[in-house]
């Protein structure tokens, strides 16, 4: 048996939500249907606009539905001379909470991945590149995941930027602070011994 | 910092969902915006049209947007004289998946609950009361849940229904099957050895 079309659309719908099953579409929908109909409303409405309206900042590739996202049109920091290349808007995100970082971002929106097709072009290489042509950058920092993609891109990103006068740096891999060294992998410990600073 | 007013919209929106916090919101708001605009298009419109279409079955109160949902709909089982009482359109679909009853049903949405201000009125218990009444019922299946509230639901609805010459019966709680005896706690064990069977 199945409800009725309606119903049954809407718990298909659902499925496509990351990590959402049938019994957890299921158990959504009847909560929206039975308690809470005008959130419903919203995030229906809400999803129209976003998936039909949110494009690319032409500037640095994350997600806005402007021609540039709010950082790179601000004044201060959008004309900023260090560019921070990051995988996703996510992680712009998670740099953005630590209020530490002042300059302007560059989104990859994924790593090189051959395999998966996922070359230069895909990652908006060449925009990155007319960034550090224009001669309005100093520094370019690479804090792409730690992951053998991460590093792959980060990699290939300072091959292309030696050519352009540019300071490139990678973000420092250690122990994270509260981790206790007792539980840290070797590499994770390898690479903190190495990048050891004087005190 | 804050994403674009669009994104972050919807981030707020999806958190609307059941078991969805702000960073799960995030992801889903990512993988729809990165890898699946259509789907997140069309949720957004299963969404709209279920939120503002859906209604109650008119005979039984599951959610339907007919007059009558599939079942009280159906020739066959829409005048069945025996009628089975669940709490919510969730248990319908799990009795259906079973396949062994081909009664109709009667959906309360809740179950009384006088400190939340669920009573008689919020269950529908006149529409059932109708049916009663109107002599084309000969047996009432209790299949509220085995809680306290579901309990005192079943009680109520009995005593209601005693006054119609209806047969009125509670579904059977005791072990489940593929369960093992010692992990079975000893309320159920109870219930199953009180509602024992002859063979």
Do not use: W
Request: a negative charge.
């Amino acid at each position: 048996m199945k409800f009725s079309p309606l119903v049954d659309e809407l718990i298909q719908a659902l499925k496509c939500l990351p990590g959402v099953g049938p019994k957890s579409a299921q158990r959504m929908a009847f909560q929206l249907l039975e308690r809470d109909r005008k959130a419903g409303q919203s995030l229906g409405h809400a999803l129209s606009k976003a998936m039909s309206d949110v494009g690319h900042c032409q500037s640095c590739r994350t997600f806005t539905e402007e021609v540039h996202c709010p950082i790179c049109a601000s004044h201060k920091r959008g004309q900023s001379q260090v560019i921070c290349v990051v995988e996703t808007p996510a992680d712009v995100l998670a740099i953005e909470a630590g209020g530490h970082f002042s300059g302007r971002y560059f989104v990859l929106l994924g790593h090189l991945s051959p395999l998966d097709g996922i070359g230069p072009d895909e990652l908006g290489l060449a925009l990155l590149e007319e960034h550090l042509a224009s001669g309005e950058v100093s520094e370019l920092i690479l804090a792409t995941n730690p992951t053998v993609e991460g590093d792959a891109t980060a990699h290939f990103i300072a091959d292309m930027a030696k050519s352009h006068q540019v300071i490139v740096s990678r973000i420092a891999h250690g122990v994270p602070v509260g981790g206790e060294l007792e539980y840290v992998d070797s590499t994770t410990l390898a690479l903190s011994f190495n990048g050891r600073l004087p005190l």
